[in-house]
Each structure stands twice: as C-alpha cells, then as structure tokens.
C-alpha cells in the first residue's frame, strides 16, 4: 500500500464541526469527499497540531494545522489510446495542445479512458514528465472537460519544474474567449454596485474576490471574501449581439487560476455562460432581440461557451518567450455567427 499525506491549515471564520471545516479547507487536488473524510476521522488518520482526532463534532480553530495519512493502492498502468491530438507546437522539452470539449485532462473516477493523458502517453510514449504520477503525467494545468483551448504539457521533468513556477507566480499569460448572456459593459451602474467587481482602463471588468467550494454543493465553487483563495479576472467585451445587446463575446484573462474561475466570476456579475449548466441560471435568449435560429442554437448550446484562446509563457529550460493561439472552435464559431444575424 502506498502512504499519502495531507496537510493543509484551517482557514479563518471555520464552521463549528470539524468534519465540515476538514471538507471546506482541504485541497481539492487532495479530492477527498465529505464522506470519506468522516471514515479517516473515524479511523484515527487525522492529525490536529500533531494529535489524533476522531470526533467529527469537535470545534476546530483557526490556523490549527491539519495532517492526514493515505493508505492507498497503487494505482494501475493508465493505458496509451491511439486518440487524435491537435499539437499546436512540440520540442524536446514542452507539447502545446489545443484540447477539443468533451474531453477529460486525466483519468478519474467515472472517467478512465479518453482522456488527454491516454492521447499523451500515446503520442509521446516515455516522453513525459513523471512529475505529475501514474494519472498526471506531463500535466501542468488543466482545463474543464467542456472547455476547449489550449494546454501546455511537460516532456520532462525541468520543463514541469520551471512551467509550474511560473504558474503559481502568475507569470503564465492566459485568454479566453467567452460567450456570455448579456453585456457587461462600462456604462452599466448595476455592474459597479456588485461587491469585487471595478473597471479599469479600456472599460475592462475587474473581478477580484476569494473562490472556495460551495458550502453545500461540493463539485461547484462559490465567490467569498473571507477564507478561500484569491481569484482575479478582467474581462473585456470584443462584440455585443442583438437589438437591444443581450449577450456577448468576451476576452477573459486570468491573473489567477482558480476551478471554474471565469464561469463563477461572470456568474457572480449576472453574465453566466451560454450553455453552462452549473453556473448559467436560468436565463434565457429571446427572439425579440436576436434571431430565431440563434436563439434556438444557443438554447441548446451543449456546453460552457468557454475556449482558452491564447496562452503566453517563457520558455521553462531555453527562456525564449512563447505565444500561440487558437481560433474559436466551431460550435462557438458557428454560434458566434448565428448571434450576428438581425433578425
């Protein structure tokens, strides 16, 4: 059996039970659930500030220092499958990807084949980093499996070194593109009474606030201002649709990269995504404004409108500074093109 540890620390204003401020704070790359969390307590594989715990009813504090031990199997050989790839750029050190939607970037539970590792690790055989495990090799970052765009992955093991410092330093220049209902534009004063949202030069949105998992619902993020982890998103509108405007193409660049940063962040400014089904709401297209037939399509729109356009970094072993681009994909292209049409 493989031994895993976790440790994290107990964010500020914690709920009153243990167990929930165990799931509220731990790291979601841990991916441990609210359930079993309650059999590690249980089974005394919690530490609080070096002593076992296992009543899940104690009251944490702040700060108090968490530190779980992982009895795990090894985990099994992911297998090579002969998946098409979209490589934008490849050297000895780093791939470019540009990810179709629909696709998982690594194998999980309900997800163990098709995913981009299984394309990988037939594409590039042994010629990835291990950095990221047996699930993750190669893997850097990652995008939603219903966002489309492009990835960066590591060959070797400098490159994931030097790509992963560059991310946690905010170094990594990341665009997405976006379509959303309605404009958030400059002149809206609703826009400037929503608490984190600013404008800077060029009418570009401001969007800082903490991201944490939603206190109920766990596979989904919320926007805090207390505890969870800082997000920033600008967002600027590249074209408006309708007459009157009732939704938009976007530019969204991160500064951070939160889970579902982009789709909680517009969510939060009443600009959810076209065909999110977790963060759209409700809202909905009308014929009065566009035409019909883009109505209907961006109703049935099978996805989060979501594409990561640019992606912009140095080079992790030469330091040459890299750019690409991809262009829109064609649902969001064909969608884009409907939404021009007066009706």
């Keep these: 059996m493989a031994v895993r540890r976790v440790r994290f620390i107990i964010a500020e204003d914690p709920p009153p039970r243990l167990d929930k401020a165990l799931a509220r704070d731990v790291p979601e790359t841990a991916a441990l659930s609210r359930t079993r969390l309650a059999r590690l307590l249980a089974d005394g594989a919690v530490r609080l500030d070096?002593?076992?715990?296992?009543?899940a009813r104690l009251r944490p504090t702040a700060g108090a220092e968490v530190d779980i031990t992982l009895q795990e199997a090894a985990e099994s050989?992911?297998?090579p499958e002969p998946i098409a790839l979209c490589v934008i750029h490849e050297d000895a050190d780093i791939a470019v990807i540009d990810k179709p939607a629909g696709m998982v970037v690594h194998p999980a539970p309900g997800s163990r084949e098709g995913t981009l590792v299984n394309a990988l690790l037939h594409h590039f055989g042994a010629d990835l980093s291990g950095v990221?495990?047996?699930r993750r090799p190669g893997i850097v970052h990652r995008l939603d499996k219903d966002t489309s765009g492009?990835?960066?992955v590591a060959k070797t093991d400098a490159a994931h070194h030097g790509l992963a410092a560059q991310f946690a330093a905010h170094r990594v220049e990341r665009e997405y593109r976006a379509l959303c209902y309605g404009v958030p534009d400059a002149g809206d004063p609703r826009l400037r009474g929503i608490r984190g949202?600013?404008?800077?030069?060029g009418d570009t949105l401001c969007i800082t606030t903490q991201l944490a998992?939603?206190?109920?619902?766990?596979?989904k993020q919320a926007v805090r201002f207390e505890g969870g982890r800082h997000a920033v998103t600008r967002v600027r509108v590249i074209e408006a649709f309708g007459v009157p405007p009732v939704a938009a193409l976007l530019a969204c660049r991160l500064e951070t990269g939160r889970t579902h940063q982009i789709r909680v962040h517009l969510a939060h400014c009443g600009h959810g995504l076209i065909g999110d089904p977790v963060y759209g709401g409700q809202r909905r297209l009308t014929a009065r404004a566009l035409d019909p037939a883009a109505v209907a399509m961006a109703g049935g729109f099978p996805r989060q409108a979501l594409h990561a356009a640019r992606l912009g970094f140095d080079h992790p072993v030469t330091g040459r500074e890299m750019r690409f681009d991809?262009?829109?994909p064609p649902d969001m292209a064909d969608l884009v093109a409907a939404l021009r049409v007066h009706p």
């Design 197 to 201: 949202v600013s404008f800077e030069p």
């Design 50 to 55: 070096g002593q076992v715990v296992r009543d």
């Design 77 to 79: 050989v992911i297998a």
């Design 132 to 134: 990221g495990g047996v």
């Design 213 to 219: 998992r939603h206190p109920a619902e766990r596979q």
């Design 326 to 328: 991809a262009p829109l």
């Design 150 to 152: 492009l990835l960066v």
